[in-house]
C-alpha cells in the first residue's frame, strides 16, 4: 500500500486499510517485537527484569498505566517511549481537530463532511509522533485545558447553542484521539479535575458546562506519580485509581554497574575536541556509590528520593572542574583528580532532602559525609584494605600472620616522619606529578597494579587515590582549605589541634559509623 498516493475515504476503503485501536496497534507491534527479539525501550536502563516486563505485560492486556515511583526513576522517559510501538501513519479526515478514523467519525465535523463528501472526503496520514501528548499536572490545570470548554465565538458565529458540539473548544485529550496521553505528577491534579477523567477513561463521554457530550475517545492513558506520602502534594482519588488498569512501580537502580551505565548515557562527557578526556572508572563508582548511600542514608529523607539527575550533575562537574585547570594551564589532557571531587559537591547538596531541620551547611557536611564513605568503599574494591590488620580476630597469631607486612607502612612511616603533601586544584600536572612522588613508597606502590593505568596522568591520579583512601581509612590526615588539600600525619595533625581526618573524615565517623 502506497499511502501518498491514498488521498480520498473511497481510495482508503479500495486498498483494504483497516484501522485498529491504540490499543490493538501497541500490542501487535508489541508481538512483532517480541517474535523477532527486539530490544524495548532503548535506554532504559537497570529495569529488564523489574519494570520493563510488567510494563509489556499491561501493554499487552491493552491496559491503562501507573508509573509510580520516587523521582528521577524514568518514569517520564518510559512513557515517553511507548509511542514507538505506535504504527508509523495512520489516516484521518483531514481537518479534523481529534483525529477522526475515516471509517467511524465521532466528531460532528467530520460526520457532516462525509455526509457531503461521501467517497471523495479528503483524508490525510499523521506519523506517530504527532499522536503523542504530554501534560504536567499542576494546582492550576483545570478541565478546559484537558477536556475543553464552550467557545462563545463558535456557537455566535453558527449560531448554535452551547449544549452543541459544534460549539466546543477541545481539549488536549480529545486533541490526543488515537493516540497516547501522558500526565506527569498525577498526584498534582486536584482531585476535581481527576473526577473529570473518569468518564473520558470508562464511559468514553464528558461533560463541559453541565452539557453531556458523547465522545467515544480512542486513546491509551499513562500517569506518573510519585508516592501518594510524599510531602504534601495530594494523592490519587479512589475511583480514579480503580480506573488505572496497572500500576508499575519503579525502582532506583540496584546495582553500581547499572547506575553508572545510565550516568555515562545522560551525562555530557564529550566537551574540547582539542583536549583528550580520560575518566577513570573508579571516579564513576565513587559518583554512583555517593547516589546510593545518600538512599540508604538515615540523615536523607528517603521519602523524596535522590534522582539520577544527582550523579549526572555531579559527573558534568567533575569534568568542568578537569576540564577548566587544563584550559588555565594550558593542557591536551583533561584527568580528573582526587582533589576534583569536592567539586560534585553543587551537584549533590540541592538533590539530597535532609531529614532534620539545620544550618545551611548541613546539607553540605552530609554530602561530603557520603563522599568520604564512598571513597573508602570503592578503595577496598582496588586495594588491601588498609585496616584488615585490624579485622583480624583477636588471640595469638601465628608465625605466618606476625611476617605479613603493612602494604601501606612505608607510605605511613614517611608521613610520620614530618611528611606533608599539598594539592592545589590548579596544579599543572608536573608539580602535581612531583608532589606525590615525594611521598615514600607511593609511587612503587602504585605501580604493582599496572591493570590500572595506562600513562603517567592515570597513574599520578591513582597515586592521589590512595592517599585519600589511606585517609578516609584514618591512616594519615587531610585538611582542605579552599582550593588547597593538605595530606599529613594523623598523630602531628592531633597534636597540632588540626582536625586530623578533615570534615570528611570526622564528619564521617560521627553520623555513619
Not at 121 to 139: D, F, G, M, V
Not at 161 to 180: D, K, L, W
Not at 218 to 230: G, K, Q, R, S
Not at 280 to 285: K, N
Amino acid at each position: 500500500m502506497n499511502r501518498n498516493e491514498i488521498r480520498t475515504l473511497g481510495q482508503l476503503k479500495k486498498s483494504g486499510y483497516r484501522v485498529l485501536t491504540v490499543k490493538d496497534e501497541i500490542r501487535n507491534n508489541l508481538i512483532k517485537k517480541i517474535e523477532n527479539k527486539e530490544t524495548f525501550f532503548k535506554g532504559i536502563i537497570g529495569y529488564d527484569n523489574s519494570v520493563i516486563p510488567s510494563l509489556i505485560n499491561s501493554l499487552l492486556s491493552k491496559h491503562d498505566i501507573i508509573l509510580l515511583g520516587l523521582r528521577g526513576q524514568a518514569k517520564t522517559k518510559i512513557a515517553r517511549l511507548i509511542p514507538e510501538l505506535l504504527d508509523e501513519y495512520i489516516p484521518i479526515i483531514k481537518g479534523s481537530e481529534i483525529n477522526d478514523n475515516p471509517f467511524n467519525p465521532i466528531s460532528k465535523y467530520s460526520v457532516d463532511l462525509i455526509n457531503d463528501s461521501g467517497d471523495e472526503t479528503e483524508i490525510e496520514w499523521i506519523y506517530r509522533e504527532q499522536r503523542y501528548s504530554e501534560k504536567l499536572a499542576t494546582p492550576d490545570v483545570n478541565i478546559a485545558d484537558l477536556i475543553g470548554d464552550i467557545d462563545p465565538i463558535k456557537a455566535a458565529n453558527h449560531r448554535l447553542h452551547y449544549s452543541h458540539e459544534g460549539a466546543i473548544h477541545f481539549g488536549i485529550i480529545p486533541r490526543t484521539n488515537r493516540g497516547v496521553f501522558v500526565i506527569n505528577e498525577l498526584p498534582d491534579l486536584q482531585p476535581r479535575i481527576q473526577v473529570g477523567l473518569l468518564n473520558i477513561m470508562q464511559e468514553k463521554d464528558i461533560q463541559i458546562r453541565g452539557f453531556n457530550i458523547r465522545i467515544p475517545l480512542d486513546i491509551l492513558m499513562v500517569f506518573t506519580a510519585n508516592p501518594e506520602d510524599y510531602t504534601n502534594r495530594g494523592n490519587i482519588i479512589t475511583p480514579l485509581k480503580d480506573r488505572i488498569d496497572s500500576q508499575i512501580i519503579t525502582h532506583y537502580p540496584k546495582v553500581l554497574e547499572d547506575g553508572i551505565r545510565i550516568t555515562e548515557s545522560n551525562s555530557w562527557t564529550e566537551r574540547n575536541e582539542k583536549k583528550k578526556i580520560h575518566i577513570p572508572y573508579y571516579f564513576r563508582e565513587i559518583i554512583e556509590m555517593t547516589a546510593m548511600q545518600a538512599r540508604v542514608s538515615e540523615f536523607v529523607d528517603q521519602k523524596s528520593g535522590v534522582s539520577a539527575r544527582l550523579t549526572i550533575s555531579s559527573m558534568e562537574n567533575l569534568i568542568s572542574n578537569a576540564e577548566r585547570r587544563s584550559i588555565m594551564n594550558n593542557e591536551d589532557f583533561i584527568m580528573p583528580r582526587m582533589c576534583d571531587v569536592l567539586s560534585i559537591l553543587p551537584g549533590i547538596t540541592g538533590k539530597v532532602e535532609l531529614v532534620f531541620e539545620g544550618e545551611q551547611e548541613g546539607s553540605l557536611k552530609v554530602a561530603k559525609a557520603l563522599i568520604s564513605k564512598s571513597v573508602r568503599e570503592i578503595f577496598k574494591k582496588y586495594f588491601p584494605d588498609p585496616l584488615q590488620k585490624l579485622k583480624k580476630r583477636s588471640g595469638e597469631k601465628s608465625q605466618q600472620e606476625k611476617s605479613i607486612k603493612d602494604p601501606y607502612s612505608e607510605i605511613t612511616e614517611w608521613f610520620q616522619f614530618g611528611g606533608k603533601v599539598n594539592i592545589k586544584d590548579d596544579m599543572t600536572f608536573e608539580k602535581y606529578f612531583a608532589e606525590l612522588k615525594k611521598v615514600d613508597g607511593l609511587e612503587n606502590f602504585v605501580r604493582k597494579y599496572p591493570q590500572y593505568f595506562e600513562n603517567d596522568y592515570e597513574l599520578a591520579s591513582l597515586m592521589e587515590f590512595v592517599l585519600d583512601g589511606l585517609h578516609q581509612n584514618s591512616k594519615i590526615a587531610k585538611d582542605e582549605l579552599d582550593s588547597v588539600i593538605m595530606y599529613k600525619d594523623m598523630l602531628g595533625s592531633m597534636f597540632s589541634g588540626s582536625s586530623g581526618a578533615s570534615e570528611f573524615g570526622g564528619y564521617d565517623e560521627e553520623y555513619f559509623k
